[in-house]
């Protein structure tokens, strides 16, 4: 019994593992577009973890809009602009290369002691029966389906123009992007 529990958290073990690996090439790799990469990995595994919980319209829209919206646009401004250059002629600021490591792991561990603090302070059992959550498990399979036909009756028939103004501000975004990081021809 103990090896079928043990089996069945599997997957979120390998899922958080990835998600904190990804987060940590992200924060820790100095070549941005490399970090953008790993940024997409980091919503990935979380997209995962989001379908462990049966959320698959949050799960859904956790790739779509962030890992391939979002982080696509970054990447290709980054990519788009000469930063290179930039860079060489902007010299170090205020703290060294080093001392702004050591400031972010440590603002990072303290942020993570406190979560963690938090997190097992808490008890989960009065909550779940105070919220009546170990009831609602049970409804979540039923209510799924009819759930996201709403939704997307909602998005295009009461909310199709704030739908379309977001899919044209995107655009405009790019198109901006593109255009700020275009190099004067001369």
């Not at 953008?36 to 989001?50: E, K, M, N, Q, V």
């Not at 698959?56 to 000469?82: E, K, P, T």
């Not at 703290?95 to 808490?122: D, Y």
């Amino acid at each position: 019994m103990q090896f079928l529990a043990t089996i069945s958290s599997l997957p979120f073990y390998i899922l958080a593992t990835i998600s904190i690996i990804c987060a940590l090439g992200m924060i820790l790799n100095p070549n941005l577009v490399r970090a953008g990469f790993t940024l997409i990995g980091t919503f990935i595994g979380i997209a995962g973890l989001y379908f462990l919980l049966n959320a698959n319209f949050v799960a859904v829209s956790q790739v779509l809009i962030y890992a391939v919206g979002i982080v696509l646009v970054i990447v290709f401004a980054v990519m788009l602009c000469s930063l290179k250059e930039e860079a060489h002629n902007i010299k170090e600021s205020v703290f060294s290369s080093k001392a702004r490591v050591t400031f972010a792991v440590l603002i990072s561990s303290l942020v993570f002691a406190v979560l963690s603090f938090v997190i097992r302070s808490q008890d989960w059992q009065a909550i779940a029966k105070l919220t009546g959550a170990e009831r609602q498990s049970s409804l979540v399979q039923l209510v799924d389906d009819k759930y996201l036909s709403q939704i997307g009756f909602l998005m295009l028939n009461k909310y199709i123009l704030p739908f379309e103004l977001v899919s044209v501000l995107l655009l405009i975004v790019l198109i901006g992007t593109i255009l700020l990081s275009k190099k004067d021809i001369k």
